[in-house]
């Protein structure tokens, strides 16, 4: 167990490798500098060749590949070229931002996802069942930005339920939490993947429901909600849990649209940015960071899997 | 009065197709102890008839439409769901076919046999982890104490099923159910699995029917026989004089598919012809009259009745006009006669004629259907 997960962790270095590789030509190849950005007053030519010098962006790219890597290696991740802030810092005062809105979406998906599911299979074509199958719909299929539209419409500016600008003034323990503020965003994220873990419960729920040793279980004359927890519900969360992983990577780093919409400071936003103003380390570190998380979270559901299933077995 | 006494069951399964009538007026009845073997052809109704005395079948879309089966003095049918589940696992278990797949592949085979102590017997967690070990070692499991906590996965098939029967035994029921327990075994294994059934359930002096399509496996195990075709039972009879003397051209098939190897054979195994027939819309008359080569033209008029044959023990019953007093195979030795040649060329025409039709009806599905 613990030597698959020690040489996991090292097939994480390659990956990484790769990743950071292949974002760095795909950046560096998008026409245009980050010191071209003001159309209405251009930086003259020799402030920006001295610009090009002082951030070596004159230097041929794969010297500056090498030198990227060294400094990634050296935990090293530069500074900004557009704001005067070292990138490590941007990412330490917005990532949290986005993964608590990303963990909060993940909560409200599962917490309603699971139950919904599981209750739509064992209802099986009745009208809850037509129910969350129509939910699921509108979830998977309408953007979460038209949604978000609609939301800020209908309940932010006629209703005036909820405040639609910004996320408060951070954070800290839940109580100064400014939960009305982030009531909008943390739903409207989350509506895409509980949609899909709806979907995903109720199938592998009635793929679990049929199989002999439900009637096994049954001819024990154990009760139907024993039955249904004790020996289907075990069995159907295993391809639940696979999805998980990926889900939560992708809240955590996907919501820069939600962010963008509701003006929450967060690290999505800030790539979206990154990437307009073509400031390389910001696009480099924020990428690391997210290819980190998913490498991560595929391994914790790996890890998850062989732990729920038992025929699964880690390591050899 | 004995201990199960089934009273025309009829359970049903309703269809898009139309309904399927599995199980079409069984009766029958066992006595405490005693050992019954169920034959028949795949889809002939046995193991809905096991599932119904469970009151197992999946509804929808089964359903026992009619009938009544009194177990110790009280009828299933009548009971409530409570009530039911008090018998299950209780007073009657059942084994099934699939050892691989009738075992929860993520709970541990202590836990599986837990289960239904603690249910049934009141017995806290580590009286009952204490009974499976006894449980476990009782069926041949070695070194049983240390695989209490391994995973159905890790054990071998003819294991699982020493599983299976391990947790059928352990509320030490009146009746186990065991429906082909067998017929996903190794050969070597399931003379094995037969005899620890057979032995156990002369120790434990537990009834048992069982259901297989192979009258080689019922021989050395059960008293009486019950040859199941189209969802009746068409002959009944004690196990050695059903061997000795069938009196059914369907069970005469049934033997001479048998291969056996203490006698040498001139001629090859032979085949039923055919397939069963279509239980939505049965045969008006006698059900194996379209495969059956000693055919005459009443069978195909009138449904002859299970009643006792000339020739034969008094309790031997069987579902043949012709076998039946007056019958035209009365005197017929069946191993010489195998009946009309024309007959036999014309049932091979017919079923090569409508392949595609007969394919669908061989196969009724019964599994519940998905909406849309």
Request: net charge neutral; hydrophobic share 50%.
């Given at each position: 167990m613990l030597s698959y997960v020690i040489r996991r962790v090292l097939l994480m270095i390659p990956t990484l490798f790769f990743v950071a590789f292949i974002t760095f030509v795909l950046a560096h190849s998008a026409p245009g500098s980050p010191f071209d950005k003001n159309q209405n007053r251009p930086l003259p030519e020799a402030t920006i060749e001295r610009l090009n010098r002082l951030y070596g962006i004159d230097q041929p790219i794969q010297n500056q590949f090498v030198l990227y890597l060294n400094n990634l290696v050296h935990l090293d991740l530069g500074s900004s070229l557009v704001k005067d802030r070292t990138v490590a810092d941007i990412i330490g005062s917005e990532f949290p931002v986005s993964a608590q809105l990303g963990l909060q979406a993940l909560f409200i998906a599962l917490a309603i996802a699971l139950p919904l599911g599981i209750v739509s299979a064992l209802k099986q074509n009745t009208g809850i069942d037509?129910?969350?199958?129509?939910?699921?719909?509108?979830?998977?299929?309408?953007?979460?930005?038209?949604?978000?539209?609609?939301?800020?419409?209908?309940?932010?500016?006629?209703?005036?339920?909820?405040?639609?600008?910004?996320?408060?003034?951070?954070?800290?323990?839940?109580?100064?939490?400014?939960?009305?503020?982030?009531?909008?965003?943390?739903?409207?994220?989350?509506?895409?993947?509980?949609?899909?873990?709806t979907r995903i419960t109720r199938a592998s729920m009635l793929e679990a429901i049929r199989q002999d040793y439900v009637r096994t279980a049954r001819s024990k004359?154990?009760?139907?909600?024993?039955?249904?927890?004790?020996?289907?519900?075990?069995?159907?969360?295993?391809?639940?849990?696979?999805?998980?992983?990926?889900?939560?990577?992708?809240?955590?780093?996907?919501?820069?649209?939600?962010?963008?919409?509701?003006?929450?400071?967060?690290?999505?936003?800030?790539?979206?940015?990154?990437?307009?103003?073509?400031?390389?380390?910001?696009?480099?570190?924020?990428?690391?960071?997210?290819?980190?998380?998913?490498?991560?979270?595929?391994?914790?559901?790996?890890?998850?899997?062989?732990?729920?299933?038992?025929?699964?077995?880690?390591?050899? | 009065m004995p201990l199960l006494e089934v009273k025309d069951l009829h359970t049903s399964f309703f269809?898009?197709?139309?309904?399927?009538?599995?199980?079409?007026?069984?009766?029958?009845?066992?006595?405490?102890?005693?050992?019954?073997?169920?034959?028949?052809?795949?889809?002939?109704?046995?193991s809905v008839t096991a599932l119904s005395l469970m009151r197992l079948i999946p509804m929808p879309p089964g359903k026992i439409t009619e009938g009544q089966i009194v177990f110790d003095g009280t009828d299933v049918l009548q009971m409530d769901d409570d009530d039911v589940r008090g018998i299950r696992g209780n007073n009657i278990a059942m084994i099934f076919q699939d050892p691989m797949t009738s075992l929860n592949p993520v709970l541990t085979i202590s836990r599986q046999i837990s289960e239904a102590l603690e249910l049934h017997l009141k017995m806290d967690r580590s009286e009952a982890r204490k009974r499976t070990t006894e449980l476990l070692e009782l069926v041949g499991i070695p070194s049983a104490g240390k695989r209490l906590d391994d995973y159905p996965h890790q054990f071998s098939g003819g294991m699982r099923q020493r599983v299976m029967i391990a947790m059928a035994l352990s509320c030490n029921p009146k009746l186990i159910l065991a429906d082909e327990p067998t017929t996903a075994l190794d050969v070597t294994i399931q003379a094995q699995i037969l005899d620890l059934l057979k032995n156990l359930a002369r120790e434990f002096r537990t009834a048992f029917i069982l259901i297989t399509h192979d009258l080689g496996v019922v021989a050395g195990m059960t008293q009486r026989i019950h040859v199941m075709y189209a969802g009746r039972i068409v002959e009944k009879a004690d196990t050695g004089e059903l061997f000795a003397n069938p009196k059914m051209p369907y069970t005469w098939g049934l033997l001479r598919s048998i291969p056996r190897l203490d006698e040498r054979r001139k001629e090859r195994l032979v085949p039923i012809e055919g397939l069963p027939p279509d239980l939505i819309a049965p045969p008006p008359g006698c059900r194996f009259e379209p495969r059956c080569q000693y055919r005459r033209d009443l069978c195909r008029e009138r449904e002859p009745e299970l009643a006792s044959v000339p020739g034969a023990k008094p309790d031997h019953q069987a579902r043949c006009h012709g076998t039946q007093a007056g019958g035209w195979l009365v005197d017929l030795d069946w191993r010489?006669?195998?009946?009309?040649?024309?007959?036999?060329?014309?049932?091979?025409?017919?079923?090569?004629?409508?392949?595609?039709?007969?394919?669908?009806?061989?196969?009724?599905d019964l599994t519940p259907r998905e909406g849309p």
């Open positions: 037509y129910a969350s199958l129509l939910f699921a719909t509108i979830g998977t299929t309408i953007p979460a930005f038209v949604i978000a539209i609609f939301a800020i419409f209908l309940f932010g500016v006629n209703l005036r339920w909820f405040p639609f600008i910004g996320w408060g003034n951070g954070c800290g323990p839940l109580p100064s939490c400014d939960l009305k503020r982030m009531a909008m965003p943390t739903v409207i994220l989350s509506l895409g993947a509980m949609a899909f873990l004359g154990l009760r139907e909600q024993v039955v249904i927890v004790g020996h289907v519900v075990k069995n159907a969360m295993i391809p639940v849990a696979t999805i998980i992983g990926p889900a939560t990577a992708g809240l955590i780093t996907g919501s820069f649209i939600i962010e963008w919409m509701f003006n929450v400071p967060g690290l999505g936003r800030e790539f979206v940015l990154s990437i307009n103003r073509r400031d390389y380390p910001l696009i480099m570190g924020v990428y690391m960071l997210y290819a980190t998380l998913i490498v991560i979270a595929n391994l914790t559901v790996d890890i998850v899997y062989g732990w729920i299933d038992p025929r699964i077995k880690l390591g050899r | 269809t898009r197709d139309g309904v399927v009538r599995a199980v079409d007026g069984v009766s029958f009845e066992l006595n405490a102890g005693e050992t019954l073997g169920l034959v028949g052809e795949s889809g002939c109704g046995k010489s006669e195998i009946g009309d040649v024309r007959v036999l060329e014309e049932i091979k025409q017919e079923v090569a004629a409508v392949p595609a039709e007969a394919a669908r009806l061989g196969a009724a």
